[in-house]
């Protein structure tokens, strides 16, 4: 089975602190990706990663950093952490696009409270 | 205005009732196009995977795409209360990086 395995399921930070979430997926997927889900509003992207080293920003990268130093860990960082940064973060992984079955199969999402 | 559209429900139907879930679009140059499942407290989960325009069908489950109206949906035949969850759409262009957009996501209830 394909397993994409988030460091937390419930993260409480306070306001300024530098919050990192962890990812690790096991089945060598070149790419990776940082959603946030909010209601509403559905998922995000924040940040996506096709290859190690490399990285693309999303459509609301404002606030975040990612880092992609091995191919099975991408980690998303908050820099500043803010209270409109509380939200459900969800970390996905996938094949490279060449082929058609590009089936993103997602984390268990970490809730993170800025408080 | 959102490269996909979504209407988030929530939507409430008694059980054995055929459901239709739609998303519509902007960007003509997506090609391939999936419909998600959300279980509650849990990550989404691939339930349908749709090449260009056209339909397929797994089970009680139908995914319809039609490009020429940028719309696309999902039927549920003969729902039943394991259904019961977050359903969304999320599609991409032909490129490499796997990039996909999602829709706000269907809060479906089926009741017994």
């Known amino acids: 089975d394909v397993k994409v395995t988030q460091s937390s399921r419930y993260l409480v930070k306070r306001t300024g602190e530098k919050v990192f979430l962890e990812c690790v997926q096991d089945?060598?997927?070149?790419?990776m990706f940082w959603y946030r889900q909010d209601p509403g509003l559905g998922l995000r992207l924040i940040y996506f990663?096709?290859?190690?080293?490399?990285?693309e920003k999303g459509d609301i990268p404002e606030g975040y950093s990612v880092s992609r130093e091995k191919k099975e860990r991408f980690s998303l960082i908050l820099e500043s952490a803010s209270t409109n940064q509380t939200s459900m973060y969800l970390c996905a992984s996938s094949l490279k696009s060449g082929s058609l079955n590009t089936e993103a199969f997602f984390g268990q999402g970490t809730r993170l409270t800025v408080v | 205005q959102k490269e996909v559209e979504q209407d988030p429900g929530p939507l409430s139907v008694p059980e054995g009732a055929i459901v239709s879930l739609n998303c519509t679009y902007s960007?003509?140059?997506?090609?391939?196009f999936m419909w998600y499942r959300q279980y509650s407290r849990k990550g989404p989960e691939l339930l349908m995977y749709t090449y260009s325009s056209g339909n397929k069908e797994d089970g009680r489950f139908t995914a319809q795409v039609d490009k020429s109206s940028k719309y696309i949906s999902l039927f549920i035949r003969d729902s039943q209360p394991s259904d019961s969850a977050t359903y969304l759409c999320?599609?991409?262009?032909?490129?490499?990086?796997?990039?996909?957009?999602f829709g706000q996501g269907t809060t479906l209830q089926v009741k017994p």
């Open positions: 960007n003509s140059a997506f090609q391939y």
């Open positions: 089945m060598d997927h070149e790419n």
């Open positions: 990663s096709y290859d190690v080293k490399m990285k």
């Open positions: 999320a599609m991409r262009v032909t490129s490499n990086t796997g990039k996909l957009i």
